[in-house]
């Protein structure tokens, strides 16, 4: 073990696993088969794609006191791969189907929920069978065959173009690049390497790109440029306001792909990290020092959840990469979701403040404890694989502005302070003590 701050992260998901239990469903016509929440196409798919993730994580960490929980080691495991293999087969490829009679797949948001589960299958690989593996390859392959032959990438800055899309397009792009890294023989494996250059090219894509000669893989910037997701301030109008949230998980699924290549010692794509410590110093500006994010855009979704939660990525990534110390950061969120567990009381992260959405939707109750599940899950892992700790202090900016938004934000000593006219809620205005 690289260091004990795996140990923080797996203490919180071995009693989340305990809780999970009550939401996990077999079929009777297929009993090798289970899934975590619903089950439907979808955001149901994605659900038990992030869970399966970390009772990987869990199960095969020997810091997990399941026998505390009334679990045993091996049962979690054989859970992890019931939840795999039913996610491959409800897939186009496969042969069955999701709970609602579809089959998931050919999307541009499939690659989303591959993406997030792939720490996981990497180390599920050797517990699988050879038919979990041939099945493993063909959906992949597949995923990435759709995505090269029929999606075209576009980008835009306002999200009224329907073309902003930076996010999808680094997640399309990193599913290409990680299936023609895992199967090199592929006869497309070239071509992928190739569109998954395009797709980062146009995932943190600022507006002075459309001048920017630099060279990634033998491709020039301007040439690839569909257009910018970013203004050149690196603000993000994404579902119609100044998004921080969104800011983070672009970043996050840079981090899931940075870290698989960290792990098989290989090279990862140049372009890749295109823009990224620009936005990352923005982002980290917008940070308060205990890990939350202070959405100075306002939010649509529940609070300190989805996005929040694909912060801690992010932070490695930044560590990694930009050698920056986010450790307060992390050790401050780590206190603040440690607290709000330890509320809750059945080992759940969210079913306190979340009980009317627990009861009106489990669909989306399941869908953000799997979204924490799965970030803890990267965190505990990446920790155990890795010595990560970065050195130098945050680069953060005193004061920032977006015309577009009419958005300024001002740091002192003691208080942000920001307002913003483009916001979830317009408008926004807030001063706040940090």
């Known amino acids: 073990m690289k260091n004990n701050k795996s140990k923080d992260y797996i203490h919180l998901l071995t009693p989340w696993i305990k809780d999970s239990q009550q939401y996990l469903h077999t079929f009777p016509d297929r009993p090798e088969l289970m899934c975590y929440g619903a089950g439907y196409n979808s955001w149901g798919v994605q659900t038990n794609q992030k869970a399966l993730s970390a009772f990987a994580v869990a199960a095969l960490d020997p ?23 039913f996610s491959l087969q409800s897939h186009i490829e496969g042969d069955y189907s999701c709970a609602d009679g579809e089959k998931w797949g050919h999307t541009w948001i499939s690659a989303l929920g591959v993406e997030r589960m792939m720490h996981g299958v990497d180390i599920l690989i050797p517990h699988l069978t050879t038919e979990d593996l041939a099945l493993l390859r063909k959906v992949l392959v597949s995923e990435a065959d759709w995505l090269l032959e029929n999606y075209i990438i576009g980008a835009g800055l306002l999200a009224e173009s329907g073309k902003n899309k ?8 990193a599913i290409l690049s990680r299936v023609a890294t895992m199967y090199p023989d592929t006869p497309n494996a070239k071509a992928y390497k190739e569109k998954a250059t395009h797709f980062f090219i146009n995932g943190i894509s600022i507006e002075s790109d459309e001048t ?31 998004n921080l949230g969104y ?3 672009c970043l996050s699924n840079i981090a899931m792909l940075h870290f698989f290549y960290k792990k098989h010692n290989e090279k990862p794509p140049e372009a890749l990290y295109h823009n990224a410590k620009g936005l990352w110093t923005l982002a980290r500006s917008m940070t308060y020092e205990d890990g939350r994010l202070n959405r100075i855009g306002g939010d649509t979704r529940i609070r300190y959840s989805y996005c929040q939660d694909y912060a801690l990525p992010a932070w490695l990534l930044a560590e990694d990469m930009f050698d920056e110390d986010c450790s307060m950061l992390e050790s401050g969120w780590l206190d603040i979701l440690s607290t709000e567990t330890v509320y809750n009381g059945d080992g759940s992260f969210l079913s306190a403040r979340c009980a009317g959405l627990k009861k009106k939707s489990p669909l989306y109750y399941t869908r953000l404890e799997s979204d924490r599940g799965n970030a803890l899950s990267m965190m505990a892992l990446w920790h155990r694989q890795f010595d990560l700790s970065g050195k130098n202090p945050a680069v953060n900016k005193n004061s920032w502005y977006s015309s577009y938004h009419g958005a300024y934000m001002q740091k002192g000593e003691k208080r942000m302070a920001s307002f913003v006219w483009r916001s979830a809620e317009p408008s926004q205005g807030q001063c706040a003590p940090i």
């Open 166 to 173: 930076p996010e999808s397009n680094i997640w399309n792009g």
């Open 63 to 85: 810091d997990s006191d399941f026998e505390s929980y009334g679990l045993a080691r091996h049962e979690v495991l054989e859970q992890a791969k019931a939840m795999l293999r």
């Open 247 to 249: 800011m983070i998980i």
């Open 212 to 242: 920017n000669e630099t060279v990634y893989d033998g491709i020039m910037v301007k040439d690839a440029l569909r257009g910018a997701n970013f203004f050149d301030s690196f603000a993000l109008d994404h579902h119609g306001y100044m």
